[in-house]
């Protein structure tokens, strides 16, 4: 009888377990949350009219039947979303943003209103998007008849431009997510800089260091924009700046956009960073200490060559996260690091640079679990109170809690985080250098001071570090 009641506890418990997964899974891809995001293209029509810009975008490579949250800016009228056969949007429940595909694409119409005296004005944010869900190419095609006199630019390179009598035809194409729009009543002149399209005035010369900015512009869509009739501002994918900007900060701006591009999808990400990013990429101090501090430590865990790869390999990524730097630095080393995910608040303490060694680590034949090999300056340490109690000492962090007392038998040790030497049964014993290095409050020792402060033997194999008393 028991065993008949256990057969159907377990079946209910499986089919529980397994109900529960799928929703789960299906819940996970309705909001979005999956690792990857969804890789989609839009096709955005914007017809200028007289007091408005009417819109007509298409997103393209949806799962049919699949229900999608969409983020919809406040700014829009008459908004309406139909499937590629102009059949309406439906809603899978009560959410009046949550529509279910009906094919593999949709089409959202809108107006976004324009005072009829502009000048200028800049769009940004101004087309649906698609949560969990990442634009990979965009392609915007502008009919203008009512501000044809004047000059379109986008965050995306101008693939055609033709004029007609009555009306102007404008067609950006490229990679990435909606780019910012810009339109200005005074024409300008599109040129190409380094790889960049320029939009100026016949009368400013521009002159960017192709050595500075051309691994940038291999991997952007960056546009910019000098003229007076706008204030500086950052768009998606373009940069809008006066006449009176010398090329010295033009070149900083552009890099500045550019890693803000990257970043488009980690709206956590600190503008301290950036800057520190757009400093090593021109050999320049960054804005802030812990921006320094920063450089100076890829500086000195990483080669030249090591460093040059890893702005090489970090410039080609499409977008960029904290993760994605440490993936990318890791993958250099060959090992795995945190470096940038301890550091990426600027209020928070400065933690170094060092490299988590994926090797196990035994003493006296027993593994250690607990204890993790890490790389710093090529070297391996370990943590030295781990290591200490695996040795059978009892370890006591003092109340300055930056020294450390060992114990175990007749002897003794009194370590100092910031000291060159230390105490061995109440006898000071001076040093060249500190045995411990001290990372985010960790004390740390080095395999070769284990084996001359401790007496201990190291073994290494590939894939442990085998530990035990010189007397074993």
């Given at each position: 009888?028991?065993?008949?009641?256990?057969?159907?506890?377990m079946?209910?418990?499986?089919?529980i377990?397994?109900?529960?997964?799928?929703?789960?899974?299906?819940?996970?891809?309705?909001?979005?949350?999956s690792?990857?995001?969804?890789?989609?293209?839009?096709?955005?029509?914007?017809?200028?009219?007289?007091?408005n810009?009417?819109?007509?975008?298409?997103?393209?490579?949806l799962?049919p039947?699949r229900?999608?949250?969409?983020?919809?800016?406040?700014?829009?009228?008459?908004?309406q979303?139909?499937?590629?056969q102009g059949i309406?949007?439906d809603?899978?429940?009560?959410?009046p943003?949550?529509?279910?595909?009906?094919?593999?694409?949709?089409?959202?119409?809108y107006?976004?209103?324009?005072?009829?005296?502009?000048?200028?004005?800049?769009?940004?944010?101004?087309?649906?998007?698609?949560?969990?869900?990442?634009?990979?190419?965009?392609?915007?095609?502008?009919?203008?008849?009512?501000?044809?006199?004047?000059?379109?630019?986008?965050g995306?390179?101008?693939?055609?431009?033709?004029?007609?009598?009555?009306i102007?035809?404008?067609?950006?194409?490229?990679?990435?997510?909606?780019?910012?729009l810009?339109?200005?009543?005074?024409p300008?002149?599109?040129?190409?800089?380094?790889?960049?399209?320029?939009?100026?005035d016949?009368?400013?010369?521009?002159?960017l260091?192709?050595?500075?900015?051309?691994?940038?512009?291999?991997?952007?869509?960056?546009?910019?924009?000098?003229?007076?009739?706008?204030?500086?501002?950052?768009?998606k994918?373009?940069?809008?700046?006066g006449?009176?900007?010398?090329?010295?900060?033009?070149?900083?701006?552009?890099?500045?956009?550019?890693?803000?591009?990257?970043?488009?999808?980690?709206p956590?990400?600190?503008d301290?960073?950036?800057?520190?990013?757009?400093?090593?990429?021109r050999?320049?101090?960054?804005?802030?200490?812990?921006?320094?501090?920063?450089?100076?430590?890829?500086?000195?865990?990483?080669?030249?060559?090591?460093?040059?790869m890893?702005i090489?390999?970090?410039?080609?990524?499409?977008?960029?996260s904290i993760e994605?730097?440490?993936?990318?630095?890791g993958?250099?080393?060959?090992?795995e690091?945190?470096?940038?995910?301890?550091?990426?608040?600027?209020?928070?303490?400065?933690?170094?640079?060092?490299?988590?060694?994926?090797?196990?680590?035994?003493?006296?034949?027993?593994?250690?679990?607990?204890?993790?090999?890490?790389?710093?300056?090529?070297?391996q340490?370990?943590?030295?109170k781990?290591?200490?109690e695996?040795?059978?000492?009892?370890?006591?962090?003092?109340?300055?809690e930056?020294?450390?007392?060992?114990a175990?038998?007749?002897n003794?040790?009194?370590?100092?985080l910031?000291?060159?030497?230390f105490i061995y049964?109440?006898?000071d014993y001076?040093?060249?250098?500190?045995?411990?290095t001290?990372?985010?409050?960790?004390?740390?020792?080095?395999?070769?001071?284990?084996?001359t402060?401790?007496?201990v033997?190291?073994?290494?194999?590939?894939?442990?570090?085998?530990?035990?008393?010189?007397?074993?």
């Amino acid at each position: 009888m028991w065993r008949a009641s256990f057969f159907i506890f377990m079946l209910l418990s499986g089919s529980i377990t397994g109900l529960l997964f799928w929703q789960w899974k299906a819940y996970s891809e309705q909001t979005g949350e999956s690792e990857e995001l969804m890789q989609l293209s839009q096709h955005i029509a914007v017809e200028s009219l007289q007091s408005n810009l009417k819109v007509t975008q298409t997103i393209k490579g949806l799962i049919p039947d699949r229900e999608y949250r969409l983020i919809i800016p406040d700014t829009f009228f008459q908004w309406q979303c139909k499937s590629g056969q102009g059949i309406a949007c439906d809603s899978g429940d009560d959410n009046p943003y949550t529509f279910l595909s009906n094919g593999k694409q949709m089409v959202f119409t809108y107006v976004l209103p324009m005072e009829k005296k502009q000048k200028a004005f800049l769009l940004n944010d101004w087309t649906v998007s698609v949560h969990g869900s990442e634009i990979k190419h965009s392609l915007i095609t502008v009919s203008d008849s009512n501000r044809k006199d004047g000059t379109w630019a986008a965050g995306i390179p101008l693939k055609a431009h033709k004029e007609m009598e009555l009306i102007d035809y404008y067609t950006f194409e490229g990679q990435g997510n909606t780019p910012s729009l810009y339109w200005q009543q005074a024409p300008l002149k599109k040129v190409s800089k380094s790889g960049f399209d320029v939009y100026i005035d016949h009368q400013k010369s521009v002159d960017l260091k192709a050595e500075n900015l051309k691994n940038l512009a291999e991997n952007s869509n960056i546009s910019v924009v000098i003229t007076n009739e706008y204030k500086k501002s950052y768009g998606k994918g373009i940069l809008l700046t006066g006449p009176d900007t010398n090329n010295d900060e033009l070149e900083q701006m552009l890099i500045t956009l550019f890693y803000k591009g990257k970043f488009s999808y980690s709206p956590d990400i600190e503008d301290w960073l950036i800057d520190a990013l757009g400093s090593q990429l021109r050999d320049r101090k960054a804005g802030t200490e812990k921006g320094n501090r920063l450089l100076n430590e890829l500086r000195k865990e990483l080669a030249d060559d090591e460093r040059q790869m890893f702005i090489r390999n970090m410039n080609a990524e499409d977008t960029l996260s904290i993760e994605r730097l440490d993936k990318i630095l890791g993958n250099i080393k060959g090992r795995e690091t945190r470096f940038f995910a301890m550091n990426k608040q600027l209020n928070k303490p400065f933690v170094p640079l060092y490299f988590e060694y994926n090797r196990k680590v035994s003493f006296s034949g027993m593994e250690q679990k607990s204890i993790n090999v890490i790389y710093k300056n090529g070297k391996q340490l370990l943590p030295l109170k781990e290591m200490a109690e695996a040795m059978g000492y009892k370890v006591e962090v003092l109340s300055d809690e930056e020294t450390l007392f060992l114990a175990k038998g007749n002897n003794s040790y009194r370590f100092y985080l910031n000291k060159n030497f230390f105490i061995y049964n109440e006898e000071d014993y001076g040093l060249l250098e500190n045995p411990l290095t001290n990372l985010n409050g960790t004390a740390f020792i080095e395999i070769q001071w284990l084996e001359t402060l401790f007496n201990v033997s190291v073994e290494e194999r590939n894939d442990e570090l085998a530990l035990t008393t010189a007397l074993e």
